[in-house]
């Protein structure tokens, strides 16, 4: 009993040590600042939702690319607007040097 009780805490810690070094990976500064560019300057954002106040980033992943579509960081985020709440699904593309290629949002 004594052995699983050890198995199962050190699991627990390596999966939270790991979720962390997996969460900071995704999450550079790089797509930060895009995702803070993206949602203050697209005029098209701007008039599907409004003028957005705040966000909060809900999930995040990586999608590592196919024949038909490339390689692309994506994102689920909760915008604020003045007189309500959304979330917007945001697909940043980059290329190697992670420059800013293009990006897609959706509801």
Known sequence: MKKFI????IGLLVSF???QVLDKAMKSDEDTQYIEKILSEDSKLKTDYGVIQSYSIVSKGRYSGSPSLPAHNHYKIRIQ?????QVIFLNIFKDESGKLLKYEYED
């Open 17 to 19: 040590l790991a979720e």
């Open 81 to 85: 607007t003045k007189n309500n709440s």
């Open 6 to 9: 050890i198995f199962i805490f």
